[in-house]
């Protein structure tokens, strides 16, 4: 069911201030291994408008309906991992485990819903091939590609499957192309250097949500 854009607003706003400082104190937490650390306020405020801008994305792009569920928690759970990832390069799996089986779950809830079963058959084949062709990158050089990075692009080709074969090749695309361009700026501004490890899943993260936003057709239904 679409909604009208204050509608829209309203609701996003509510998640970002409800939701976004907790995901702030979660990535902190996790990154310190620190149950007491607590977020800077620029953290903070940054998750709340991520979340914000994220959760209003989706509601366009689905309306009301339980696939908005997985992308919301996707867009949660990414922020946070996100965060980790530049902070210590590492994607814990206390985010991302729950974040492939929430997002699962709501996909199969929105086929039984809606009958979108060729959407989710595509999203779960998108999500194999996927987390395979990472897993085999990640043992041809295990210095380039995390354990972590291969999680998440088998959670990314769900979402960005089940969205459309497109989506996914833009989603991919998008994602080396931030991680690049991410590259480029540490080594220009000498906080990096040729063999510095560079965190891949915020490129990935970027690159999917861009491949959203841009290349798929409105999901109202």
């Given at each position: 069911?679409?909604?009208?854009?204050?509608?829209?607003?309203?609701?996003?706003?509510?998640?970002?201030?409800?939701?976004?400082?907790?995901?702030?104190?979660?990535?902190?937490?996790?990154?310190?291994?620190?149950?007491?650390?607590?977020?800077?306020?620029?953290?903070?405020?940054?998750?709340?408008?991520?979340?914000?801008?994220?959760?209003?994305?989706?509601?366009e792009?689905?309306?009301?309906?339980?696939?908005?569920v997985?992308?919301?928690w996707?867009?949660?759970?990414?922020?946070?991992?996100?965060?980790?990832?530049?902070?210590?390069?590492?994607?814990?799996?206390?985010?991302?485990?729950?974040?492939?089986?929430?997002?699962?779950?709501?996909?199969?809830?929105?086929?039984?819903?809606?009958?979108?079963?060729?959407?989710?058959?595509?999203?779960?084949?998108?999500?194999?091939?996927?987390?395979?062709?990472?897993?085999?990158?990640?043992i041809?050089?295990?210095?380039?590609?995390g354990?972590?990075?291969?999680?998440?692009?088998?959670?990314?080709?769900?979402?960005?499957?089940?969205?459309?074969?497109?989506?996914?090749?833009?989603?991919?695309?998008?994602?080396?192309?931030?991680?690049?361009?991410?590259?480029?700026?540490?080594?220009?501004?000498?906080?990096?250097?040729?063999?510095t490890?560079?965190?891949?899943?915020?490129?990935?993260?970027?690159?999917?949500?861009?491949?959203?936003?841009?290349?798929?057709?409105?999901?109202?239904?």
């Open positions: 069911m679409p909604l009208d854009p204050p509608i829209v607003a309203a609701v996003a706003a509510v998640c970002a201030l409800a939701v976004g400082p907790w995901l702030a104190r979660r990535g902190v937490r996790l990154a310190r291994a620190d149950e007491d650390a607590r977020p800077r306020p620029v953290a903070t405020l940054a998750a709340v408008v991520g979340l914000g801008a994220l959760v209003a994305g989706v509601l792009l689905t309306g009301v309906r339980p696939a908005a997985a992308l919301g996707a867009a949660g759970a990414g922020l946070v991992l996100a965060g980790v990832d530049l902070a210590v390069h590492r994607l814990p799996d206390r985010v991302l485990l729950p974040a492939v089986a929430a997002c699962l779950t709501a996909l199969v809830i929105d086929a039984v819903a809606t009958g979108s079963w060729p959407a989710l058959a595509r999203g779960v084949l998108a999500a194999g091939v996927a987390f395979a062709l990472a897993a085999a990158a990640r041809a050089s295990p210095a380039g590609l354990f972590g990075d291969v999680k998440l692009l088998g959670l990314l080709g769900l979402l960005l499957g089940w969205a459309g074969w497109g989506v996914l090749l833009a989603g991919v695309f998008l994602g080396l192309l931030t991680g690049a361009v991410m590259s480029l700026l540490l080594l220009a501004t000498r906080r990096a250097g040729w063999r490890a560079v965190p891949f899943g915020p490129p990935l993260l970027v690159g999917a949500a861009l491949a959203l936003a841009l290349g798929a057709p409105p999901l109202v239904g």
